[in-house]
């Protein structure tokens, strides 16, 4: 992320709030990516791949105020069009244009683009990955929606992360009946849910401020909302509020308590009950959804210190993105920021009116979630470093660096060096050689062991004329009888390399144990196998 | 790709010149873009990742006149940015940025943008990927760029394309060389090249015209430059040329034809140098070119009829786009154009200059190539539909679909198909059930034979008293003895599924064969084993 300033004064810098990725980044991101994937194929999606910029007219009217953090093509004389903001509008556009799909699973793992201040180190990006899994299509209620969350649980225990989070969840419809029972006019329900949104990172207070100052609520409904929304729980909050005789009266408030009471019945079979937390104060930002709505936090979510949990409260920080394009693209980046944290790290809900509003034509309900990468990165690479146990990540994934010796006179034996490196490929081996005419024997182990390769074929004039060559597998220790390598006869080279590899990765595999496998294990596991 | 307008009068399409990728297609794509990966990891790459967009002076000045094809962001009083055309300006880019790197070989699968002219169906896209793998580093000559061409081969003999591609090369130093003795003035030299490069698609007396009547070449200089521009062959091409005097006395030839020959050596040892062509007339239109340059053919690459040609020869259509924002931005698009071709579906060259173009502090010699995915696909695809024998693909990978049945009364048996479907989720199994709560048989079975399930597992009320389940291999023929499918212990049904996915698969293995797999058996393997 550096600066450089060349004579041809092209300043050597990628666009604010995007970053290069490389090195042990790259595979920890690789493998949460993977990690992802895996599990969406467990049920049954598929994947589809929408262009990163859509027709202006598209994105239009959907992201609410957030609108102005949209990315614009310039008008180079042609259509106008904008950078994607999320997957899941792209999506909605996609299912109204094909009326041949009237129900899919599908997964998309792609940028999105927003011109947000960011908090870099914390996960907050201008461009940033999201992971989405939706499902689009009529069933019986609830049954898309558990298995959307039994999806999010086993993600997260893939990634290791068992005990560490936390799925939040309400209904949309309880939410409104909660606000109309309060006396909250129909025409403030959307901006009332806004100010609720905020309680997870300000207190009641400044939220009860910002519904009677800035948005000309009554207190005395203020007061009753917050009544309500500090309530958290699991079926026994569902009871009370069942119980209830004002909010049962409720006709939307009933629709989201039984949709609730059918879910927790699901997640129960599905043994993911005990993960999730019905939080009456959870609200979410976006306008579309209709139903059920959750988020994952986790350690590291909520902003970090009191400090700035104090900031926070006296109002001096907020947690909007600042308004003026001059302060946006300043230089400000917010990750020591104290009142920023890392955010949820998945988020989502039912949306059944996105896919008609595009086209009245496809009626289709849809539910789905989005992971986010780069949170869910940040989080892993912190823990990684206070791991101290943790092997060292390999970044390539070479099997075998082919190495060659000798004394005075030596050539090099880069022919027989090259030809021994095309027999590994030729059967699928990941291999190596050094690009020297005639390279010295320690550059050669060097390579081989800064890289993490596992073994080395070593080729010398004496051997080769004996038709053999050396198998060693590198790091043994001092003591170890075959420290020194193998020979192996050159004809059966390809099929000692292979038993070989087989032995080391079936020893690999029952040390770190097949099952409940982390980001941690993984990435060790994917760094000595290859 | 179709146009829909609704009420709400937002036009439904993607962008000109881009598409969403769904369903096949994907699943297609998905496989070309594993089979390139492995094989660049067979060869020890790393990957890394740019932002989508760069700051606009990181790419001014490297396309020459395709530069009034980038894509650039709306000033929204920030950084200015533009869309990145390729992926080897943001490498170097990247190269120059990290001064401690410095050697590496990257590969990096992304999407790239140009305001071009499209033709879809051949695979000529305004949005479309690229797959490079580049070596930057110091080493011995041409010892990086034989194993470029190696990985190349490699790749195409994966994508079952054995002896249908040919690999184009020459040296830059050769055309320099080559221009020089016939009397090229030094300041022509880059434009004579660039009509030199239009001899795949033009004939030599447009070719010729070009030079004399557009550049002012000398006609009896180019008339020279034409004797050599037909040459081609292999090591016979090679001595020729090192045996023409006034060739090799000249420097840059000297140096040219020097690489070659070792590079044929080299190319020999990986058992590859029957897949190259050297052509003198290949001349690759980018600047940044120093040394070996390539560019891989196919059928389809070049204009597809007779018509085509004779309209080119007549200078009726050009290969390049057209200049007018208007134009460019029309709904043609030149799919039915007979002289548009594919084109190369793989290019590059060696590249020495331009990290320290970048920054003095960073001299890194590279060597890459660059695949194009769509192009690939293009051809794939339509070799698979003339493919009569090629089995259906898959779009997902579900191998057990778990369904209930029963008479009169019969309730679902929804908390009993869920609890399977977790037993064999939390075994890492694909599995589906349907979101009803009381399916019928039907269309269970119909969900499973449409996405060819290969397993049902099927939930009776007498079966489950007794402790057991059915398994059915789906699509059995009516004389099968398992064509019923088979009871199995309950608690064994982890272990009895397994058993069978693994069997299923060992056939198919041996059925398809394991060496030597192309897309289409890739595919169809992928379909039938998930």
Redesign the interface.
Known sequence: M?K?K???S???????G??????KD?VIR?KIFSTITQVF???????????????K??L?GKYGEDSKLI?????????I?S?RYDLTVPFA??L???SSIQNI?RYHIA?VYR?DQPAMTKGRMR?FYQCDFDIA?T??AM??DA?IL?ITC?IFEALGWKGRYTIKLNHRKILDGIFQVCGVPEDKLRTISSAVDKLDKSPWEEVRREMTEDKGLDGEVADRIGEYAVLKGGRDLLEKLQNNATLSANESAKQGLADLDLLFT?LK???VLDRVSFDLSLARGLDYYTGLIYEVITEGSAPQTKEGQDLQRAGKKEAKPNK???N??GDEDRSNDPSVGVGSVAAGGRYDNLVS????KQQIPCVGISFGVERIFSITKQRLAADKTAAPIR????DVYVMAFGGKGFEGLL?ER??VA?RL?DA?????FS???KPKLPQQFKAAEV?GVPFAVILGDDELAAGKCKIKEMGLAGDHPEKDGVLVEMKDLVEEVRARLAKKEEVEMLADGVNGMGVEEGAREAAKTG
């Open positions: 550096g450089d060349d004579k041809n092209v300043v050597l810098k990628v666009p604010k995007t970053k290069d990725w490389d090195g790259m690789d194929k467990r049920h049954g999606a598929v994947t589809i791949d929408t262009p990163v910029f859509e027709l007219d598209v239009t990315y614009d093509l310039k008008d180079q004389g042609g259509e069009c950078l556009r996609w109204a244009m094909n699973k940028k011109r461009e299509g069933y019986d049954l898309p298995e039994r086993e699901y079979s599905f043994s003026g394009p001059t946006i693209d509003d595009f086209s009245k970044t390539n994934e070479v022919a090259m030809d095309k490929w699928g081996i990941k291999a190596e690009w020297k005419v890289n």
